[in-house]
């Protein structure tokens, strides 16, 4: 079973930046062979999918976040990060890491709408105005 720690979020102003990071272990494959994402929820709305990166380091991006969010992944190291730059107060949610083996999907990682099967248990990300 994959485990998923999340950290890296708080409180910022708007236009300031976070980076998260998300530490995996417990695997049975290796990291490099995970699709990857971050998710959010912001009070009273729905998760929605921000960020995914393939095993091949392919990314997709949701429009909201495009050219502010850089994901990454550090296969070396096993942690993924999301680079959060130019934040707006719309952006305020917690944050979620996800993953799972890209054979679940036949070899293809899917896109940063899908819902992938382990989660972590996600870090708050305030920011004003």
């Known amino acids: 079973q994959v485990q998923l720690v999340e950290s890296g979020g708080g409180s910022v102003q708007a236009g300031g930046s976070l980076r998260l990071s998300c530490v995996a272990s417990?695997?049975?494959?290796?990291?490099?062979?995970?699709?990857m994402g971050w998710f959010r929820q912001a009070l009273g709305k729905e998760r929605e999918g921000v960020a995914a990166i393939a095993s091949d380091r392919s990314t997709s991006y949701a429009d909201s976040v495009k050219g502010r969010f850089t994901i990454s992944r550090d296969s070396a190291k096993d942690i993924l990060y999301l680079q959060m730059n130019s934040l707006k107060p719309e952006d305020t949610a917690m944050y979620y890491c996800a993953a799972e083996s890209r054979w679940a999907y036949g070899g293809t990682c899917p896109g940063y709408r899908h819902i992938l099967d382990y989660w972590g248990q996600g870090t708050q990300v305030t920011v004003s105005s």
């Open positions: 417990g695997y049975t494959d290796s990291y490099s062979q995970l699709c």
